[in-house]
């Protein structure tokens, strides 16, 4: 495979894409919800998941796609070449603010990440990565991560994480929301992956999310040095919804340790 010519490939659809998102502002957004109430959907999520997919099939027949709206393949195995799509993480920011979405995109080969963008696409910055070649944000070079503390670290964490859940013992966590220096919400896996390796939080951790909200955020943050994990402390599968922590690689061990007490 000749990545660089597919990273300049993937590079055109993201931007075309971003392009589709920012028109369907001048129409009429249809909006349905799908496992909850909460858990909304659009006419563009699909829309732009098809985009992807029809230009796809059509230039490079034997890769596979898993997105999330589900017109992919049905992925069983990281064998070949694989696409994880996510055509809008954070629906609610898109429906709600209108901003604060990204696409998100990772390109794998037998379950190795080659390729990796999130696309913030109000903000018009592009993260992108190519597999030891470094993480860039449009076209400037994000610098490797220095290391920090608990003390001094900013903690990507939702609401949910101190309230009681089926996933995490509470004392632990709100001791280490007590502990660090500020705590942050965004709303989108994929935008929080990328102030991970910007610098900007040094923690992000989730109970669920699936292999499309962080296959393409996580060889961003891996090219700076942070460190994707479930919450085992084992790297995602990428087959299933599971725990994720992305942290700078000085403090990931110890927030496993000694702040995530799962339940089961
Ligand atoms: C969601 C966002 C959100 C995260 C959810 C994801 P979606 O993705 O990334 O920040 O907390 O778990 O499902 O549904 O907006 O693509
Ligand atoms: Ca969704
Ligand atoms: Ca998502
Ligand atoms: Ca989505």
């Known amino acids: 495979m000749n990545w660089g010519a597919l990273d300049r490939y993937a590079k055109s659809l993201i931007k075309e894409a971003g392009h589709h998102i920012k028109h369907s502002f001048f129409t009429e957004i249809e909006i349905s919800s799908k496992s909850s109430a909460n858990d909304l959907v659009t006419n563009i999520d699909q829309e732009i998941e098809q985009f992807f997919i029809s230009r796809i099939r059509r230039d490079f027949p034997d890769h596979r796609i898993m997105g999330e709206e589900g017109f992919g393949d049905d992925i069983q195995s990281l064998e070949g070449i694989i696409w994880f799509l996510d055509p809008i993480d954070g629906t609610m920011n898109f429906i709600h603010q209108k901003r604060n979405f990204a696409i998100s995109?990772?390109?794998?080969?037998?379950?190795?990440?080659?390729l990796g963008y999130v696309y913030d696409v109000m903000a018009d910055d592009l993260y992108s990565a190519m597999k030891d070649e470094g993480a860039y944000l449009n076209d400037i070079q994000l610098p490797k991560l220095k290391s920090t503390t608990i003390e001094e670290a900013i903690i990507g964490v939702n609401a949910s994480w101190v309230a009681p859940n089926r996933y995490v013992d509470n004392e632990p966590m709100i001791d280490l929301v007590n502990r660090c220096r500020g705590t942050r919400s965004y709303g989108s896996a994929a935008i929080e992956l990328t102030h991970v390796a910007a610098g900007r939080v040094d923690v992000y951790m989730s109970m669920r999310l699936s292999p499309w909200d962080v296959?393409?955020?996580?060889?961003?943050?891996?090219?700076?040095?942070?460190?994707?994990?479930?919450?085992?402390?084992?790297?995602?599968?990428?087959?299933?919804?599971?725990?994720?922590?992305?942290?700078?690689?000085?403090?990931?061990?110890?927030?496993?340790d000694d702040f995530i007490a799962l339940k089961k």
Do not use: C, W
């Open 215 to 256: 296959a393409g955020g996580m060889i961003i943050a891996s090219e700076v040095g942070a460190v994707s994990s479930t919450m085992k402390g084992e790297r995602p599968g990428l087959l299933e919804q599971e725990t994720f922590i992305v942290a700078n690689a000085s403090i990931h061990s110890q927030l496993l």
């Open 105 to 114: 995109l990772g390109i794998y080969i037998d379950g190795i990440g080659m």
